[in-house]
């Protein structure tokens, strides 16, 4: 028999949460389309899984990595696929065109590499403007030579329309509503200094924004953590948005330690008993994706029911305290995150993000698509 550790994949939760996505966002009426951000395998739900289980509703998949783009077309998806980083070196510009990619040109080394190799079919342009993140984008100061590297190309007409896209940095902070307001305005800013600009398509919103500024949803929004029902916001909870878990991580009690007060457990001995205290040894640990400082009281569920953890976290194994379960013991089930413990809760106990939960599940890990 494997290990008693499986990961569960809710595929009808990821139909639910894209299309709630796309109904936000076109809460204020427009007809915005929404790419499926499945980058980073999915956020550890499977790419393949994923891009099946939205094949007939997506409007277009998210990525980074031309080989998983690639793979995607090769699985049979027709939709538009996005390359979020574009391309990173001359070679892969051919490959984009054969499979017919839709890249974002973040910088202008992009610009020169796409001129000196202009392919027969032109890409599909997602220009990125840096309005304040500052990671990825070009700056206001750079769009005359932007402009110069569109024309020298043969302009729309020979390139198509591109997108414009940018990257909000607060749109999941409570009070972010400023930051919000400041790079909008340098988006426009920028738009109205690049006047055949005024007509192009616009990509703005992530999950947190499609959720809190609908008004930022216009052509394409770019839902990832509420696809697979993570809350981008610490107050608020994916249940209360209207989402629901996709990724359930479930195992078993292994054994049970009964240990008197003033007994510690585990490495380092870091959580002492305070009273007799009976203790469920869990099969699934931080080589499975588990954050290792979680620390003692984060939450779980045995049998259905919460308790909390106990001392640290090793590799295969965790601790949980089953003083008040008294009818729960070896094979007794556990649910680490997902169906009846939000993702985002043993996230926020450990100092990170569902994302990071999701992202780092195991290989090791059996995953079942249900
Ligand atoms: C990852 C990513 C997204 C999705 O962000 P979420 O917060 O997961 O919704 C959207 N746009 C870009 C450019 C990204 O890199």
């Known amino acids: 028999m494997p290990r008693p550790i499986e990961a569960r994949i809710d595929l009808s939760a990821l139909r639910h ?28 739900h499977g790419l393949l899984r994923a891009a099946r289980a939205l094949g007939d509703v997506a409007d277009g998949f998210a990525l980074l990595d031309l080989d998983e783009a690639v793979a995607l077309r090769q699985a049979g998806v027709r939709q538009p696929i996005l390359l979020l980083e574009g391309f990173f070196e001359p070679s892969d510009i051919a490959v984009c065109a054969g499979h017919r990619l839709s890249v974002v040109i973040h910088c202008l080394e992009q610009l020169r590499m796409l001129r000196a190799v202009l392919p ?24 005359p030579a932007v402009r110069r590297e569109l024309a020298a190309m043969g302009g729309t007409a020979v390139l198509g329309t591109p997108t414009l896209i940018t990257h909000f940095a607060d749109a999941d902070a409570d009070g972010g509503e400023a930051c919000i307001a400041w790079q909008l305005e340098r988006f426009e800013r920028m738009r109205t200094a690049w006047p055949e600009a005024a007509g192009f398509p616009v990509s703005l919103a992530n999950s947190a924004a499609i959720l809190r500024y609908p008004q930022t949803a216009h052509d394409w929004v ?23 878990p996709v990724m359930t991580l479930d195992s078993r ?52 029911r919460r308790t909390a953890t ?46 990071q939960l999701f992202c780092a599940l195991a290989p090791r890990v059996p995953v079942v698509a249900v």
């Open 17 to 44: 949460n894209y299309l709630f996505a796309r109904h936000r966002a076109r809460t204020l009426g427009g007809e915005s389309r929404a790419w499926a951000v499945v980058k980073a395998n999915a956020y550890g």
């Open 120 to 143: 027969e079919t032109p890409l599909p342009l997602f220009i990125k403007l840096n309005t304040g993140m500052n990671r990825l984008g070009l700056t206001a100061e750079q769009l």
């Open 222 to 244: 770019r839902p990832g953590i509420m696809l697979y029902g993570g809350s981008p916001f610490a107050s608020q909870s994916a249940e209360s948005l209207g989402l629901r």
């Open 253 to 304: 009690i292994l054994a049970v330690q009964e240990i008197d007060a003033g007994e510690r457990v585990g490495y380092g001995g870091t959580f002492v008993a305070r009273r007799p205290t009976r203790v469920g040894i869990v099969a699934c640990g931080y080589a499975d994706g588990y954050p290792r400082h979680a620390p003692s009281g984060t939450p779980i569920v045995v049998d259905g």
């Open 310 to 355: 106990l001392g640290r976290v090793s590799m295969d194994m965790l601790a949980c305290d089953l003083t008040e379960l008294p009818g729960s013991g070896p094979g007794s089930r556990v649910t680490l995150w997902g169906e009846g413990l939000a993702a985002d809760e043993v996230a926020a106990a450990s100092g990170t993000i569902s994302y």
